[in-house]
């Protein structure tokens, strides 16, 4: 599914611009679907809120063989957001994914997300494996509370095509010295995407960050 351009000026909704997904098998009775999707608010005017994506992993007949759902806080009017998972279709080979999103409501445009750049992969031992990092800015005039948000990122080969994603909470709250970003301030962003897709074939990364709680003016 594919949106109509920026100049869309009717209610909000939200499109899957893009989608894309790899599968690696492991051994005779399981394997691991990686997929990415681009979703973009069509709207001028007004943020898309409770933003629920659907997509479904089929196979060669249309039977769903696994789904995943992904509730996001909001995209922004005239905004885009990338929603990047996982799932476990057993040794069932996936033909294709059907996307979807729907928006709970509508509000005047307001909504801000925190601001991510430097979106980039780093190897690990071997080249084998890979983390996904990048630089976390707070837009808000109240601190961030590190454990709130969730984070996905979605990989990009060298023509443009999305060949996975993953989700998890974007800060290493381990290994954090802090555990908020104050406004303006930044902070890493890191992801382990896991073993499905090869460094190699990545050839850039985009990372949208979930606040799940918009902190007050």
Same mark, same amino acid.
């Given at each position: 599914?594919?949106?109509?351009g920026?100049?869309?000026?009717?209610p909000?909704?939200?499109?899957?611009?893009?989608?894309?997904?790899?599968?690696?098998?492991?051994?005779h009775?399981?394997?691991?679907c990686?997929?990415?999707?681009?979703?973009?608010?069509?709207?001028?005017?007004l943020?898309a809120?409770?933003?629920t994506t659907r997509?479904d /992993?089929?196979s060669?007949?249309?039977a769903?063989?696994?789904?995943?759902?992904?509730?996001?806080t909001?995209?922004?009017?005239?905004?885009?957001?990338?929603?990047?998972?996982?799932?476990?279709?057993?040794?069932n080979?996936?033909?294709?994914?059907?996307a979807?999103?729907?928006?709970?409501k509508?509000?005047?445009?307001?909504?801000?997300?925190?601001?991510?750049?430097d979106?980039?992969i780093?190897?690990?031992?071997g080249?084998?494996?890979?983390?996904?990092?990048?630089?976390?800015?707070n837009?808000?005039?109240?601190?961030?509370?590190?454990?709130?948000?969730?984070?996905?990122?979605?990989?990009?080969?060298?023509?443009?095509?999305?060949?996975?994603?993953?989700?998890?909470?974007? /800060?290493?709250v381990?290994?954090?010295?802090?555990?908020?970003?104050p406004p303006?301030?930044s902070?890493p962003?890191?992801?382990?995407?896991?073993p499905?897709?090869?460094p190699?074939s990545?050839a850039?990364?985009?990372?949208?960050?979930?606040p799940?709680?918009?902190?007050?003016?």
């Open positions: 599914m594919s949106g109509t920026s100049g869309y000026a009717g909000p909704q939200v499109v899957v611009r893009q989608s894309g997904w790899s599968q690696t098998f492991l051994g009775f399981a394997s691991d990686s997929y990415g999707l681009v979703l973009s608010n069509r709207s001028k005017t943020d809120m409770r933003v997509v /992993f089929l060669t007949t249309g769903v063989l696994d789904f995943e759902t992904n509730r996001i909001g995209i922004p009017a005239n905004g885009m957001f990338v929603v990047g998972g996982i799932c476990e279709p057993r040794a080979r996936v033909a294709r994914i059907r979807t999103a729907t928006v709970g509508t509000q005047p445009r307001a909504l801000v997300l925190p601001v991510v750049t979106a980039h780093a190897t690990l031992s080249a084998t494996l890979f983390t996904v990092v990048g630089t976390l800015t837009p808000y005039p109240q601190s961030i509370d590190t454990h709130d948000p969730i984070g996905y990122a979605v990989m990009f080969s060298s023509s443009g095509k999305i060949i996975g994603g993953g989700e998890s909470p974007p /800060f290493d381990l290994n954090y010295p802090y555990q908020t970003v303006g301030g902070a962003l890191i992801f382990y995407p896991g499905m897709i090869s190699a990545i850039s990364v985009r990372i949208a960050v979930d799940r709680y918009v902190p007050s003016k």
